[in-house]
């Protein structure tokens, strides 16, 4: 669809820490409540990875992922960001940005989401 891009993804040791970006036209950002970030490791299915509510008041994140990654978002700027920190292999994935026109709540479901960016690879070295 063209409306998310993300960026910041790449090639990082075990132990670094990497920033990816999403962003979004400011016109179609308004029409956008709850916004997530999810990735999918080559032969896996797609698993939720964080989202934060319309009002960036509420956030949610994968259990085994809390405490090293932070959503975040800035409505002013259009964009929406995930923090990773304290990265290992098994953090290895393409990250998606996703965003929905329907629910303000962070959610966790995929089906929640109607746009999907194309995503941004993260790799992480042993």
């Known amino acids: 669809q063209g409306q998310l891009v993300e960026s910041g993804g790449g090639l990082v040791q075990a132990g670094g820490s990497l920033r990816l970006s999403c962003a979004v036209s400011?016109?179609?950002?308004?029409?956008?409540?709850?916004m997530g970030w999810f990735r999918q490791a080559p032969g896996k299915e797609r698993e939720f990875v964080a989202a934060?509510?319309?009002?960036?008041?509420?956030?949610s994140y994968a259990d085994s992922l809390k405490g090293r990654f932070t959503v975040s978002r800035d409505n002013a700027m259009n964009t929406l960001d995930l923090q990773m920190s304290s990265l290992k292999p098994d953090d290895t994935a393409r990250y998606y940005c996703?965003?929905?026109?329907?629910?303000?709540?962070?959610?966790?479901?995929?089906?929640?989401?109607?746009?999907w960016g194309q995503g941004t690879q993260v790799t992480v070295s042993s």
């Open positions: 996703a965003a929905s026109t329907t629910t303000a709540w962070a959610r966790d479901t995929s089906v929640e989401y109607n746009y």
């Open positions: 934060i509510s319309w009002s960036g008041s509420t956030t």
């Open positions: 400011a016109r179609t950002f308004g029409t956008f409540k709850a």
